[in-house]
């Protein structure tokens, strides 16, 4: 299996991605939306949606991702201290790299973190039904269900039996990041 190489902005914080991605999407949820909003917010920081605007996001299973470097400038922040999920930002740049379901198999890496020309892409959008109101119809260039399809959920599934039904932990740098 081929090893790619992902990065943050600035290039401090690399991970190194081994094998092929469960799926790729672009999420359109209230949840991402909302953190897309907010981290824009902080010095230095870019906007993270697309066009449409989701977010996309390259689904890895755990096993398959491994921080090489600058590990000590990666920040979670949650939407609410309750928040089962959790986006990992690396502070050096303030450029998003993943986000990680509490007890999940997989990692969704910011897509924007690959190189143009490896970026995986994109297999459907997900989770349209939150998109606000009025917002321009979305192209249909890939399936744009209202929210996660039972082949999305089969792919998590068939990912998680391939890995023994294990869950590893993600080793970061574990600081908190608040942005309000």
Known sequence: MRTKHITCRCGQVRLAVTGPPILSSECHCTSCREAAERVATLPGAVEERVETGGTQFVLMRKDRVAVETGAEHLAEFRLTPASDTR???ATCCMSPVFLEFKGSHWLSL???RWPGAERPAMDLRTMTKDRPE?????PDD??????????FMLRLLGAWIAMGFRSPKVEDGRKELTIV
């Open 87 to 89: 986006r990992v930002v």
């Open 110 to 112: 910011y897509a924007a």
């Open 134 to 138: 009025g917002a321009p119809p979305l």
């Open 142 to 151: 890939i399936p744009n269900p209202k929210t996660h399809t039972a082949g």
